[in-house]
């Protein structure tokens, strides 16, 4: 291992606690009564996001398509501890859909102070062959149905001095193999959003926006898809949707999580032809 870069890492480990120490501490406190809607709730990261603000007694909206599923959960939160629970069936690929929940989330529970957008549309683990309309469709899902709610709910969260959180991904920072229809909607996420951050940070504006970069979790979804497939560890649902959620309740403009993905997205910049040749050689796949 050369000086150089020994220190380089030891600049990074130095910068990352830095960063650490410097951050907002988090009150759970903040979120009893705290009026807050999540898509994508019905399972995986949103439903585990559910439960934690039930448990610090938050009151929730949750949205996903399947009704059963959502009545469950809401269930769950109730007895957790949320201060109210209630959901709406909604497909995020409708045009009126994305408006309604908001609608609807406003009208139970009097405005908004979060609002997390983490849904996603499902689609392939698989090499790129032209199906230009999936991508369009995920593209409603992904990307055109968070911009349409952020849209929707400002004025409710101006008021409120609320937070906007956006569930993104690692791969919308570095592009890998298999996912380009996901890695496309996750980059016009994380575009769109910081240049709304910007733009509401010379407005003056009271909200804040937090865009949270996900490695891999273990969700039942995800896992499905990448097993036998990558070497990547995954990590717990349950974790990542905490660290989401203190990201948004103490304003905080990035999540990194697991927090290498932030070194990881670094490599991709400094080095990337390395960085390449290790995402290549991460995946199975034999032509
Ligand atoms: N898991 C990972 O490895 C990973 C890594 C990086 C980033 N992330 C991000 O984390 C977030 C959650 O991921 P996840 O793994 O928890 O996903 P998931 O388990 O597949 O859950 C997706 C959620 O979205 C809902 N949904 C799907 N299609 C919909 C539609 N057309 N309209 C409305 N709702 C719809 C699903 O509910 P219904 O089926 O009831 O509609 C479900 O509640 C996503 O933004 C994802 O990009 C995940």
Redesign the pocket.
């Known amino acids: 291992m050369g000086p150089l870069f020994k220190i380089l890492m030891a600049s990074i480990f130095v910068a990352y606690i830095a960063v650490k120490w410097t951050a907002p501490s988090f009150d759970p406190e903040s979120l009893r009564g705290a009026r807050v809607l999540v898509?994508?709730?019905?399972?995986?990261?949103?439903?585990?996001m559910a439960y934690h603000y039930g448990r610090f007694g938050a009151k929730i909206v949750i949205?996903?398509?399947?009704e059963k599923?959502?009545q469950q959960v809401a269930e769950k939160c109730l007895s957790l501890g949320a201060q109210e629970a209630l959901y709406i069936?909604?497909?995020?690929?409708?045009e009126s859909?994305p408006d309604k929940v908001v609608d609807f989330a406003l009208d139970k529970l009097g405005g908004l102070d979060y609002l997390v957008?983490?849904?996603?549309?499902?689609t392939p683990f698989s090499m790129w062959s032209g199906e230009v309309d999936h991508v369009s469709w995920l593209m409603k899902?992904?990307f055109f149905?968070y911009i349409q709610m952020a849209w929707r709910a400002l004025p409710s969260l101006e008021q409120s001095k609320g937070s906007l959180v956006i569930?993104?991904?690692?791969?919308g920072k570095m592009p890998s193999p298999f996912t380009a229809p996901?890695t496309s909607?996750?980059s016009a996420l994380n575009g769109f959003f910081g240049s709304l951050s910007h733009e509401l940070a010379m407005k003056e504006s009271n909200v804040s926006v937090s865009i949270?970069?996900?490695?891999?979790?273990?969700?039942?979804?995800?896992?499905k898809k990448?097993r036998g497939i990558t070497k990547m560890p995954?990590?717990p649902?349950a974790e990542?949707a905490l660290n989401i959620i203190i990201t948004g309740a103490t304003r905080q403009q990035e999540l990194y999580y697991p927090w290498f993905t932030q070194i990881i997205t670094l490599c991709k910049d400094w080095f990337p032809s390395a960085t390449n040749y290790v995402i290549q050689n991460s995946l199975n796949y034999n032509p």
């Open positions: 898509t994508g709730a019905s399972k995986g990261i949103g439903e585990q949205t996903g398509r399947r599923a959502l069936a909604a497909d995020m690929a409708s859909d957008l983490n849904h996603i549309g499902s899902v992904n149905s569930v993104s991904s690692v791969a996901y909607t996750k949270c970069t996900l490695g891999l979790i273990d969700t039942e979804s995800a896992m990448v995954a990590y649902a990542a």
